[in-house]
């Protein structure tokens, strides 16, 4: 569900979602910002695996799974801007650095100058890092009582408008991970409340929405240029929405498990392969979109429709054609 959220918020763009309008307010509201549930799955996924936990063992996965296709895959995109002086290299760019291979290092040390859901890689490597302090913290449990602390934070430290502020992001997003792993930690308890107060909580989720898209006239991600900066004024309810929504969907997920898992168990191995290649996806396919009479009240489904089913089938192709060292290619 995560990475379907991401592609989601992804394709309201250029599809020309408007978000002066409220129905447009409320796709955004709704859609964007599904990186709150890749962060927290991650950090729920890291708790739940904590027992295993061997330090060089772990970044190697993780060096081999996540590092090397972000690499790879921003090959083509990369070659595409030096060729051209384009983005980054341009020398117009105000991140432009005076040497290629200047430029290279920083776009892959910032992601988003490659293509800009990359930005998500560099800032997911640091809480890799991090992986024996989280753990040391796991461990004590105490430093969890900090965490309402920690998620207010979230809440008005915007997500960087440059998103090759690395560090912003994940200061912004950190809160977020270690909610997962306090949920993983807690799970039964936790989804036990949820369960009895499902529909009191099916409300409070609605009435953020009203206040964000109705009140305050937003919708989806705010950004702000620092930490601190109050450009956008504005707390990011769509930060506590997501929050709201992580427990509402394990334990809606849960009462559905039976029938859902055979149906998402591809798309949850795939995902990050999804992830990997859904930017260039999302460029060909929007090419296309624009030459057929599709109605704009389905463009949006249609998309992420046809970006699932296209990213699927090259990764289930690249399976078949390189076996497990697919994983080192596309992530999967």
């Known amino acids: 569900m995560a990475i379907i959220f991401i592609l989601a918020g992804h394709v309201l763009g250029p599809v020309g979602v408007n978000r002066n309008v409220w129905q447009g307010r409320l796709q955004y509201s709704l859609l964007q910002n599904g990186t709150v549930y890749f962060v927290f799955i991650a950090g729920f996924l890291f708790q739940h695996l904590s027992g295993k936990f061997r330090f060089p063992d772990y970044l190697k996965r993780k060096a081999l799974n996540v590092g090397m296709p972000y690499l790879l895959i921003s090959i083509p995109k990369i070659t595409y801007d030096a060729l051209g002086n384009r983005g980054l290299f341009s020398p117009d760019h105000p991140a432009h650095w005076p040497t290629l291979w200047q430029n290279v290092s920083w776009a892959y040390l910032t992601g988003n100058h490659i293509m800009g859901p990359l930005w998500f890689i560099p800032m997911i490597s640091i809480y890799y890092l991090l992986a024996p302090l989280f753990l040391w913290l796991d461990r004590r449990e105490t430093p969890y009582s900090l965490l309402p602390l920690l998620l207010v934070g979230s809440v008005f430290i915007h ?144 998309m992420v429709a046809a970006v699932l089913v296209l990213c699927g089938g090259l990764l289930w192709l690249s399976r078949r054609i390189f076996g497990r060292t697919s994983r080192l290619i596309f992530g999967y």
């Not at 099916?202 to 601190?228: C, D, H, Q, R, T």
């Not at 930060?239 to 949850?268: N, P």
């Open 159 to 302: 997500r960087p408008d440059y998103l090759g502020s690395t560090l912003q992001s994940a200061v912004h997003f950190l809160p977020v991970y270690l909610f997962g792993m306090w949920f993983s930690r807690n799970r039964d308890r936790i989804l036990a409340w949820h369960e009895r107060w499902l529909p009191a909580l099916l409300a409070l989720v609605a009435l953020v929405v009203f206040l964000e898209v109705g009140y305050l006239k937003n919708g989806g991600n705010i950004y702000s240029p620092s930490m601190f900066s109050a450009e956008a004024r504005l707390p990011d309810l769509n930060v506590v929405q997501k929050l709201l929504l992580c427990g509402i969907y394990l334990t809606v997920l849960r009462r559905c498990r039976t029938q859902l898992h055979a149906r998402l168990h591809y798309l949850a191995d795939a995902s990050f392969g999804v992830y990997f290649l859904h930017d260039y996806a999302i460029v060909v396919l929007h090419f296309i979109l624009r030459m057929l009479p599709v109605p704009r009240s389905v463009e949006v489904p249609l």
